[in-house]
């Protein structure tokens, strides 16, 4: 649990950072074990079993363990208006929402910096904010 | 104000405690896949996919053979081969016109797919299509019913699900028909005042083009606006028990007011579906083609079961989307 009496909210850059991090720390084993599977058995539908075990992965992550990989490195978690770790079903929420953020152009992530909470579309979606612990 | 946080809770809820609401999404995706494998067997299409797949295995397997051996590595066409061959899902790749190539050479006839483009067959098609739409809309109305049903604490039976979906399956056939008619209609006015406009004027190439254009920007931006208007139809029918007209009137004056939370909704259940379409149906379809049209009972095996898991993760994610509509229907009928 996080002190929300007075927290410090996480901004863009860092929130970029994060997610480069976990784009090296998920996203490179994720895809080398894609290629590996697909190579040696041949079995092309397996890629998207490793494809969906890593969005599950990340949304475990983000609703019990307060963030992926990069977030944590940072001192950063995801938690709700009570300082709580958000759960499953708000962490799928927040990543539906991060699609949407994705779709309209991004501007759904840039909103990050511009608002007060350094909240973007899919945090005012599912009522989260990424603080620092 | 509309909580679509609780709204989204709520349909989770809803869903793990009335497991039953997947049962008639799982048979509609069953029964599509079987009318496809149906209709392969029966079009005489089927032996002819599973050579054309045999000989891309083959293919692929001697590409893989070049790029993975020792004395390759440093010739001179090596990395055109290797960046082909990582390219290969692009229609532009070397790979593809080497595939062509080959197939040319192993003397596969394309001119038997012609052959198969016959009467019968586009009999077959449209028999299949109209079988399939059928099937796909009772099981539509199933499904929604049952939504309806747990949403009011009423008895989830399959006999009451049955019974509901019997009462509503018309208006729900009545409801897409007008949708169908809104869609077609001025498509095909717009159509033809260009026909007439590029026989009158056929010299006007570049306002054709221009006309054409902004016609399409207008399309797009017609079916996105009927879209969220008409967003709350199908749950006015079953919440409310309402015909095809009242629902989309119901529809039209709900997302009158709120209009920024019926777009954000609106796009979230968007972007459920791109999930859902990305992770889940098209693996699922691929999957699927693959254990047809494939060889060998370990790789068969693995698909098969690959299906079953994409069929039950695919019907519980369409669960869960339609629920969250329902909900939000009844969000909104409260803000």
Redesign the interface.
Known sequence: MVDMSNPTYRGFWIRLLAAILDSIIIGVPAGLIQFGLILGTGIKSLGYIVQLAAVVLIIYLDGIKGGTPGKLILGMRIVNEKGEFIGIPMAILRYIGKILSGIILGIGYFMIGFTSKKQGLHDMIAKTYVVKV | MVD??KD??DS?NLLKKNKKIVLPILLSLIITLFLIYLFLSLSGLLPLLKELISLD?EFEKQK?EYLTAKENIGRENYTMELVSYLGKSSEKSKYNSDFAAYLKQRGYDWGRFKVLLNMKNITLLALFLLVSFIISLYLSSMYFAAIAIAIKKEEMSIGNMLRKANSFVLRLLSLKIIMWALVIAPLIICSLNMGLFAALSPQNKALLILLVVLFILLFVAYIIYLSIKLFFAVPSIYIEKEGAFASIKRSFSMTKNNLKYVV?VF??VY??N??IGT?MS??LF??YI?FILGSGII?KS??FL?VI??LA?ESVALAFTHIFRFYAYLDFKKA
């Open positions: 679509i946080k989204f809770g989770i295995k893989m954000l796009l979230l972007c459920i791109y999930f992770f098209q693996p691929e999957t693959n790789t693995v698909n690959l898991l994409f993760i």
